[in-house]
């Protein structure tokens, strides 16, 4: 394989250090994000169960716009990118 190949990947998959970097420990908006959509299974209130899903939505753009210009590697940012397109996509489809 050519050095261009190799270093593409190097690009997609390592960090800064060297260490290949494909899953992290959750940072804040990913926990208030996982926190919310549990709480929102065990909630009876409809008013609460929709303002627990709306701030894990918020929550969930934060990581991915967080992910999209701080990610780590190629991959890290590309991920971000689609998870908030499926949350774009995700509030398009409520709105309609």
């Given at each position: 394989?050519?050095?261009?190949?190799?270093?593409?990947?190097?690009?997609?998959?390592?960090?800064p250090s060297g260490r290949i970097v494909v899953a992290q420990a959750p940072n804040m908006p990913l926990w208030v994000f996982i926190a919310t959509s549990v709480a929102a299974h065990f909630v009876q209130s409809t008013g609460w169960r929709d303002g627990l899903r709306i701030t894990a939505t918020i929550a969930l753009i934060i990581w991915s716009l967080l992910e999209i210009f701080q990610g780590v590697n190629y991959f890290r940012r590309a991920l971000g990118l689609v998870v908030l397109s499926l949350c774009a996509a995700s509030i398009v489809q409520m709105l309609r």
């Open positions: 394989m050519n050095a261009r190949y190799h270093g593409f990947i190097n690009k997609c998959f390592r960090d």
